[in-house]
């Protein structure tokens, strides 16, 4: 029987999404929180900021899911090679066309909430630590960490985002990873290496 802390956690996650996004839904500006984390920031090289943004860019992303899913092929995981394909994918068109329009929370003349960068590099990091054991596990925990307050800072200093955002991003990308984790039936050749 596989645990239900997964579904606990993706529970919780979409949850927190859900009112994280009421409670800034519409045009209302950026939160004391968002302005704190904008002065913070306030400064930086703009050059370094762009840098920090980069793991959230396509050309970068999109190489890291295709090796994930080679892998998975390779190691006879054909079930974890389609979640790996296809969970980034599902929760970056979920957030664009379903949640950015439904909390319709604007900066300047974008939809902001939540991040689609942070969506899309989240998404690619649950992925990885659901199908990771061990080492790899922990090693992607921490640098996947470190990527996030990188790309929150770069996010936050181009003025992409606001942090509320990058943080309903995180949140909702790991709740639609480990739903559709969850909800993929599994037989015992999918076990994981």
């Given at each position: 029987m596989r645990s239900r802390q997964p579904t606990i956690l993706a529970v919780t996650c979409a949850l927190l999404t859900v009112a994280l996004g009421l409670a800034f839904a519409g045009d209302r500006g950026p939160s004391d929180i968002d302005e704190t984390a904008d002065s913070a920031i306030?400064?930086?090289?703009?050059?370094?900021l762009r840098a920090l943004v980069l793991p959230t860019e396509p050309y970068v992303l999109l190489p890291v899911l295709a090796l994930l899913v080679a892998w998975c092929l390779h190691t006879s995981r054909p079930r974890d090679a389609l979640f790996a394909a296809l969970a980034p994918a599902i929760a970056v068109a979920a957030?664009?066309?379903?949640?950015?329009?439904?909390f319709d929370r604007w900066k300047d003349d974008t939809l902001v909430y939540p991040s689609g960068h942070t969506v899309?590099?989240?998404?690619?990091?649950?992925?990885?630590?659901?199908?990771?054991?061990?080492?790899?596990?922990?090693?992607?925990?921490?640098?996947?960490?470190?990527?996030?307050?990188?790309?929150?800072?770069?996010?936050?200093?181009l003025g992409y985002h606001y942090l509320t955002d990058v943080i309903g991003?995180?949140?909702?990308a790991a709740a639609t990873v480990l739903t559709i984790h969850s909800a993929t039936p599994r037989t015992p050749s999918d076990a994981r290496t």
């Open positions: 306030t400064g930086w090289p703009p050059g370094l957030n664009t066309w379903l949640l950015k329009p439904l899309s590099m989240v998404a690619t990091l649950v992925v990885m630590l659901v199908l990771f054991n061990g080492t790899a596990r922990t090693v992607t925990a921490v640098a996947g960490a470190a990527l996030l307050a990188g790309v929150t800072i770069g996010m936050i200093g991003g995180t949140l909702f």
